[in-house]
């Protein structure tokens, strides 16, 4: 991150049905973080350093905000997806990719996931 710079970020909308007392059964719910610079809640995520790609940023990111090992989630995806490239790491699809300035001169670009979790985290998450 450097002032009047534009970073790429990944961050996953994380999914997980609980047992509900309406006639459906189930709810949803989404889990979210505060963070700690801007005092808000949104999706846990971060940004992808240089040393990585976006799924790499992602999963130890994921680890570190909530816990979850990346095998205990489901990331969604399109049915029709584009096949894996010959040479080429293929990604899973985001749901969205934004461009926000969390503050004056600065920018980040998003790269959103959306997951589902099937149980609790295998571990608790990292303070800070």
């Not at 509900?20 to 610079?37: E, F, I, M, T």
């Not at 399109?78 to 749901?95: A, E, F, I, Y």
Request: negative net charge; glycine residues 8%.
């Amino acid at each position: 991150t450097q002032p009047h710079g534009h970073d790429v970020t990944i961050s996953a909308w994380i999914l997980r049905r609980f047992p509900s007392d309406s006639s459906r059964g189930w709810q949803w719910k989404a889990l979210v973080h505060k963070h700690r610079k801007m005092n808000l809640w949104i999706q846990p995520g971060g940004h992808v350093e240089h040393t990585e790609n976006p799924w790499q940023a992602l999963v130890h990111e994921l680890h570190e905000e909530t816990g979850y090992h990346i095998d205990q989630l489901s990331v969604l995806q399109p049915w029709n997806r584009l096949p894996d490239g010959v040479h080429d790491l293929m990604h899973p699809t985001p749901v969205l990719l934004n461009t926000h300035s969390p503050y004056p001169g600065h920018f980040h670009s998003d790269i959103v996931m959306a997951m589902v979790a099937d149980g609790d985290p295998a571990e608790k998450p990292r303070p800070g």
